[in-house]
Nanobody, 125 residues
Framework: QVQLVESGGGLVQPGGSLRLSCAVS????????MGWYRQAPGLERELVAR???????DYADSVKGRFTISRLNAMNTVYLQMNSLKPENTAVYYC???????????????????WGQGTHVTVSS
């Protein structure tokens, strides 16, 4: 009942930029937090950046100053602007959203913690 659709991945040269987008749809009551994670081959999934409805933002130390997360609350959409990309940023990037959705049975809304399908980012010359 909650879907996340990502876009914006691709191949970019070192030093280049990409912007990822993620839109949440469904019977949404509220979205509490949205964020981006990534998983490189052979490694565990890790947090890249996350923002909450209250305005707090967290970044992985490795991306601070290069990546910017932003959120369009009215559209339940989150963006990740990635600048000065490095080969070690190559990974599958996943969008995550947590919040509450409406059910067919009426209130109260139920908690969701959903993931997108992932989008590939490859940084290579």
């Amino acid at each position: 009942q909650v879907q996340l659709v990502e876009s914006g991945g691709g191949l970019v040269q070192p030093g280049g930029s990409l912007r990822l987008s993620c839109a949440v749809s469904g019977s949404i009551f509220s979205v509490v937090s949205m964020g981006w994670y990534r998983q490189a081959p052979g490694l565990e999934r890790e947090l890249v950046a996350r923002t909450t409805s209250g305005g707090s933002i967290d970044y992985a130390d490795s991306v601070k100053g290069r990546f910017t997360i932003s959120r369009l609350n009215a559209m339940n959409t989150v963006y990740l602007q990635m600048n000065s990309l490095k080969p070690e940023n190559t990974a599958v990037y996943y969008c995550n959203a947590m919040g509450y959705y409406n059910t067919e049975y009426g209130p109260p809304p139920r908690l969701f913690d959903s993931w997108g399908q992932g989008t590939h980012v490859t940084v290579s010359s």
